[in-house]
C-alpha cells in the first residue's frame, strides 16, 4: 500500500469541492442508470405524456376531419404546460431523498469523513438531480417536436419552454435538496418538498389573483382625471412559479391583449398575468389604446395619457421568463446554503465558542 | 498523537461525555473500553470530525477537531459500528468512489484499491455488488474504505461486533497487519477479550467519564485489586465470613467449598490473609490468584465508582 496522501490530498477549498463533485457526480448517474427506478420514472413520466398527447388529438380529429389551425398551439400549450408540471414535482421528489437517503443507508458519516468538503457534496448531489432532469426534458423533446406536424410554434419558443423546464427543475430540484438535508428521512422531506411546490406553482398565482383582485375592487381607476396613478405591477412572488414563465414561453400569450387569439393554456396565462395588469382594464375600459410595452410590467407612462404613473422598479421591464429565472437563482442559492449549513458538523457557535475559548486560553 | 481535554458533549439534557480526557501515543492500539451509552461512539465520532464538543478540545496529529475538522479527515479513517453500503456499486467502483472523495485519482486510486482489496482478503470480489457481500466482508471493505487515503490515525468503532467467530479471527489478523503497518488504532469494542490480545493501550469509560487510562500491563499487573480463588474440605461459610471480614476483601462467590474473592494489596496481604483462614482451622486445599483480564479489571472499576 502506497502513500499517496500527501501527493493527491489537495487542501482548500477547491480541492474540498472536486472531492465533492466529482465522485458525487459519477456515483449518483452510475446509480440512476442501474436501479429499476429510473427506467419505471422514465415510463411513467413518457407514458402520461404521451397519453396526453395522442387524447388531445384524438378528441380534436373526433370532432371533424379537418385540422383546426390553432390546433397546434393548443396541443403545444398542452404539452409544455404538461411538461413544466410534471418537472416540477419530478425534481423535488428526485431531489428529496439525496441527502435523507444517505443519513438512512447509514453511508452518511462515512461520507462527512472523507476529504469532500460539505459545499462539493451538496452540489454534486444538486447537479446529479439537475442531470438526471435534463436527461428528463431530453427524453420529452421527440414528443415536443410532434408540434411541428401541425405548425405555428416558432423553435424559439419551443426553446424557451425547455428554458423555463430547467430553471424549474433547477430551482426546486434544490428545495427538495435543501428539506432532505434539514427533514432527516426521505418520506417526509419528499413529502414536504411536493407540498411546497404545489403551493408555489399554484398557491402563488391564487394569492396574487385574490390581492389583485381586491385592488380592483377598492378602485383602481384615479379619483380625477390626471390624478397620479400607483401601479402595483405584477406581485414578485408571482415569478416562484414557473405558470409565470410560461407566458413567455406560449406563443402570443406575452403579448396580453384584449382578443388576441390563444388558444386553451395560452389564455389562461393570459388572463392570469392581465389580472395584474389594473391599468390596462382600466384604460380598456377607458377605450384607449394600449401600447404592448406599455402593458408588461406595466412600465412607462402612457404617451396618450394625461395621467402620471410612477415609474416600476427595474424589474418590471425584466420579461417574465427573466424574473422567474431571477427567483429560482434564489431559490437554489438559499435551499443550497441552508443544505450546506445543515449538514455541517461544526455551526457558527461551536466556531465562535472555540474562538473564546482559544483567546480566553 | 491524540490528546482530548475536558471533552463535553450533551444530548438534550443527557450528558454524554462529562469532562473526557484522552491520551493516546503515536503507534499505540488503544482499547476503548464501556458499556453501551457510555460515550465510546460519541469520543470517536468527535475525533473524527463528525460531531463537535460542547466543551473541551481534541487534537490528532496537531490537528485541532474543532478549529481544523478538515485537516482531522486527512489524517483519521473512522470505521462506525453501524454503517451502511450502496448497493448499486460494485465493491471496485465503491473503493474508487471513496479515493476520489479523498482526492485520489486516477492510476494511484485504482493501485491502491488493488492493494487495500488484497490486504482486507477481497481481492476476488472486486468485480461484485457491495450487498450481495456477508457481514464479515462488508466490515473488511469498510475497513479498507477508511484506510484509502493512508491515514495516521484509524478510529474504530466495534469493529467486531455482528461478526461470527471465523469473521472475528480474520477481523483480529487484519487489524494486526495495521499495527505492524505503525498506524495509531483507537478500538472500542465489547469483546474485552479480544482487545486484550491486540492492545497496546487500554482507557476504561463509565457515564462520559474516563476510569483509567494506560499500557495494558501496567492496567493488568499494576492493578491493586487482586481476585483470588479458594477451595477447603468442609463447608466454606466460616471462611467466606472471615474473608468477607478482611480489610479490603471483597468476596463475589461461594458455594461448593470454594469462595471466590477480591483483595485490594499485595502478595504479603494475600499471604496474611491465608495464614488466618488456616490459622481458624480451615483445611485449605486450593488458594490462587486467578488470572487478571481486561473484564476483571474493568468490572472491579466500575463497583469501585458505584461504592464512592
Known amino acids: 500500500m502506497s ?110 469523513s472523507t476529504g469532500a468538503s460539505l459545499t462539493g457534496i451538496v452540489l454534486g448531489k444538486w447537479l446529479a438531480s439537475v442531470a438526471y432532469l435534463l436527461f428528463l426534458v431530453l427524453a420529452a423533446l421527440p414528443l415536443l417536436a410532434l408540434v411541428f406536424l401541425f405548425g405555428g410554434v416558432p423553435p424559439s419558443t419551443m426553446l424557451m419552454a425547455v428554458l423555463v ?77 414557473p405558470l409565470s414563465a410560461l407566458t413567455d414561453a406560449m406563443p402570443g400569450a406575452g403579448e396580453v391583449g384584449m382578443g388576441r387569439g390563444v388558444p386553451l ?52 421591464s425584466w420579461p417574465y421568463w427573466a424574473r422567474f429565472a431571477l427567483h429560482q437563482g434564489i431559490l437554489v442559492i438559499v435551499s443550497l446554503l441552508v443544505a450546506i449549513a445543515a449538514i455541517t458538523p461544526r455551526k457558527p457557535w461551536h466556531i465562535w465558542r472555540a474562538r473564546k475559548n482559544a483567546s480566553g486560553a | 498523537m491524540i490528546k482530548t481535554a475536558g471533552l463535553v458533549k450533551k444530548y438534550g439534557r443527557v450528558a454524554a461525555l462529562q469532562g473526557l480526557d484522552l491520551e493516546v501515543p503515536t503507534g499505540a492500539v488503544y482499547g476503548f473500553i464501556g458499556q453501551n451509552g457510555a460515550g465510546k461512539t460519541t469520543t470517536l465520532r468527535i475525533l473524527a470530525g463528525l460531531l463537535m464538543p460542547d466543551e473541551g478540545w481534541a487534537e490528532l496529529a496537531g490537528r485541532n477537531v474543532v478549529r481544523d475538522p478538515r485537516g482531522v479527515r486527512q489524517v483519521v479513517g473512522y470505521m462506525p459500528d453501524f454503517f451502511g453500503v450502496y448497493d448499486d456499486l460494485r465493491v471496485g467502483e465503491y473503493m474508487l468512489f471513496y479515493a476520489s472523495a479523498h482526492g485520489i485519482r486516477g492510476a494511484a486510486a485504482h493501485k491502491l484499491r488493488d492493494d487495500l482489496l488484497e490486504l482486507v482478503e477481497l481481492g476476488s470480489k472486486r ?49 494486526r497487519e495495521l499495527c505492524r503497518m505503525g498506524k495509531t488504532i483507537i478500538i472500542s469494542s465489547h469483546i474485552l477479550s479480544e482487545l486484550a490480545d491486540l492492545c497496546t493501550h487500554v482507557g476504561m469509560i463509565r457515564e462520559g467519564r474516563l476510569l483509567r487510562q494506560g499500557p495494558l500491563n501496567e492496567m ?72 487478571q483480564s481486561l473484564e476483571d479489571t474493568f468490572i472491579q472499576l466500575a463497583r469501585e465508582v458505584n461504592g464512592a
Not at chain 1, 403551493?199 to 389583485?212: D, E, K, Q, R
Not at chain 1, 384607449?288 to 395621467?307: C, Q
Not at chain 2, 469498510?142 to 469473521?167: K, W
Not at chain 2, 476483601?249 to 483462614?277: C, M, P, R, W, Y
Request: aromatic fraction near 8%; charge should be positive.
Open chain 1, 3 to 112: 502513500n499517496t496522501t500527501g501527493k493527491n490530498k489537495g487542501g482548500g477549498f477547491l480541492a474540498g469541492l472536486r472531492n465533492g463533485l466529482s465522485p458525487m457526480l459519477n456515483k449518483e448517474m452510475r446509480s440512476r442508470t442501474r436501479g429499476w427506478r429510473s427506467p419505471v420514472l422514465l415510463t411513467v413520466y413518457l407514458g402520461l405524456m404521451s397519453v396526453g398527447a395522442v387524447g388531445f388529438v384524438w378528441l380534436n380529429m373526433a370532432q371533424g376531419s379537418t385540422i383546426n389551425p390553432q390546433m397546434g398551439l393548443s396541443f403545444y400549450g398542452i404539452l409544455v404546460f404538461g411538461l413544466v408540471l410534471l418537472l416540477s414535482f419530478i425534481a423535488p421528489a428526485v431531489a428529496a431523498s439525496s441527502i435523507s437517503g444517505e443519513r438512512e443507508r447509514r453511508t452518511y458519516d462515512l461520507l462527512l
Open chain 1, 165 to 241: 423546464c430547467l430553471l424549474t427543475g433547477l430551482g426546486y430540484g434544490a428545495l427538495g435538496l435543501c428539506l432532505s438535508a434539514v427533514l432527516k428521512r426521505s418520506q417526509a422531506a419528499t413529502i414536504v418538498s411536493l407540498v411546497l411546490v404545489f403551493l408555489l406553482i399554484f398557491g402563488t398565482p391564487i394569492a396574487a389573483g385574490i390581492a389583485a383582485s381586491n385592488i380592483n375592487n377598492n378602485g383602481y381607476a384615479p379619483e380625477y382625471y390626471g390624478a397620479e396613478v400607483q401601479q402595483p405591477g405584477v406581485p414578485w412572488y408571482l415569478f416562484m412559479s
Open chain 1, 265 to 316: 393554456i395560452s389564455s389562461i396565462m393570459n388572463e392570469l398575468m392581465r389580472q395584474f395588469q389594473p391599468r390596462m382594464n382600466y384604460e380598456y375600459a377607458m377605450k384607449a389604446s394600449v401600447s404592448s410595452s406599455a402593458i408588461r410590467g406595466a412600465s412607462g407612462p402612457t404617451t396618450g395619457g394625461v395621467d402620471t404613473v410612477k415609474k416600476p422598479g427595474l424589474m418590471a
Open chain 2, 127 to 175: 468485480e461484485a455488488f457491495v450487498d450481495t457481500l456477508s457481514r464479515g466482508m462488508q466490515q473488511r471493505l469498510c475497513l479498507a474504505r477508511s484506510l484509502i487515503h493512508d491515514p495516521a490515525v484509524l478510529l474504530l468503532d466495534e469493529p467486531a461486533s455482528g461478526l461470527d467467530p471465523l469473521a472475528r479471527v480474520e477481523m483480529r489478523e487484519i487489524l
Open chain 2, 220 to 291: 493488568l499487573a499494576g492493578d491493586r485489586v487482586r481476585r483470588f480463588i479458594m477451595r477447603c474440605i468442609g463447608p466454606e461459610e466460616g471462611a467466606a465470613g472471615l474473608i468477607g471480614g478482611w480489610p479490603g476483601a471483597v468476596v463475589s462467590n461461594t458455594g461448593h467449598g470454594q469462595v471466590e474473592f477480591s483483595l485490594t494489596g499485595d502478595a504479603a496481604e494475600a499471604a496474611a490473609l491465608l495464614k488466618e483462614i488456616v490459622s481458624v482451622g480451615t483445611q485449605v486445599t486450593h488458594f490462587a490468584q486467578t488470572e
